[in-house]
């Protein structure tokens, strides 16, 4: 028992350790990795409602990774390993739209939870974990609303189909007794 707890301490020790070595070698990097982001990037950057670093938790062993996340305009949260990867190397995403915003108090984590996927996220900062929670709430929003109100033109153009049809129906009713009458009228003629 005594060897399980010195294992498990030692295990945190290195857990700790090796976190502490990364954060300030991914806090210098992060700089140079934005300011690598090509043209193609900037036009789909454009497209989103926010982009930036996050943690994202990965696994009991590994723990947060930072990643590039993307939030783009139709309500879709995208994340990549780098700003390099956006456009053609999704890591995974969440449709707002089906997710769940939710804050855990212990961990102080942004959960962004789907039918498909859950993301754990911590940001930087407090005024960026504010920033993206007032953004995913608003994508979630709006995503919400586009639904409602494409269910609503459809049905509306559905009912309108059938009102189109019932015309056309009435129309060929009409053609066909004219066309009936011009028959007889021909035949009492001859």
Partial sequence: MANLKRRKSLGSILFRRKNNNTRGRRMSTTSRRSASISSNQFAIESNSEKSGWLQKWTNYIKGYRQRWFVLDSNGMLSYYRSPNEVGHTCRGSVNMQEARLL?????????????????????????????????????????????????AEDARLSSADLTRSDVLL????????????IEKSGSNVA
Avoid at 170 to 179: D, F, G, Y
């Fill in 103 to 151: 804050l855990d108090k212990s961990t102080s984590a942004i959960v962004i939870s789907a039918a498909s996927q859950t993301f754990h996220v911590k940001a930087h900062n407090e005024e960026d974990k504010k920033q993206w929670i007032q953004k995913l709430n608003y994508a979630r929003h709006n995503a919400i609303t586009r639904a409602e109100n494409e269910e």
């Fill in 170 to 181: 009435s129309s060929t009713k009409e053609l066909v007794e004219k066309i009936e009458r």
